[in-house]
């Protein structure tokens, strides 16, 4: 099996040595996506409402520039600097997850998040042969 680098300019791409994802197969391995504007390189201003959305927006480009999509995630991992934040964050995922069939999760509080943001979410998805 051969990995594969994947890199979108549709999502944010951070000034460290990391891959927004690394394809190995049939399955799609995304970096953690801190809410950060493409177009502009900037975090999105607002709490975690428009920062998970603007996150799981990054993840949707990275997916589909690998072949694949949001429904096929099978597993995510959400980092909160503060869980006080999870009614909100809940509200924009289940837009994007729905409530019958999201992926496997685990959400926690994570001290430290990087540029101050309220989240950092990272995503393994399949990807259709």
């Known amino acids: 099996m051969e990995k594969k680098v994947i890199h979108t300019d549709k999502a944010a791409s951070g ?3 990391l891959s927004q994802a690394i394809a190995v197969g049939e ?3 995304c970096s953690g996506q801190l809410p950060i504007d493409p177009a502009t390189g900037e975090l999105v201003p607002g709490g975690a409402g428009p920062q ?3 996150i ?3 993840l949707k480009a990275v997916c589909e520039e690998a072949g694949t999509s949001l429904s096929n995630a099978v597993k995510v991992t959400i980092f909160m600097a503060d869980l006080g934040d999870l009614k909100e964050m809940n509200d924009v995922f289940e837009e994007y997850f729905g409530i019958d069939d999201p ?3 685990t959400t926690f509080q994570a001290g430290g998040i ?3 943001a309220r989240l950092e979410i990272e995503l393994t998805a399949f990807i259709p042969q």
Request: hydrophobic content about 40%; aromatic content about 12%; glycine content about 6%.
């Open 15 to 17: 000034k460290v040595p």
């Open 27 to 29: 399955w799609l391995y």
């Open 52 to 54: 998970t959305r603007r």
């Open 103 to 105: 992926p496997a999760r």
């Open 114 to 116: 990087i540029a101050g």
């Open 56 to 58: 799981i927006e990054n």
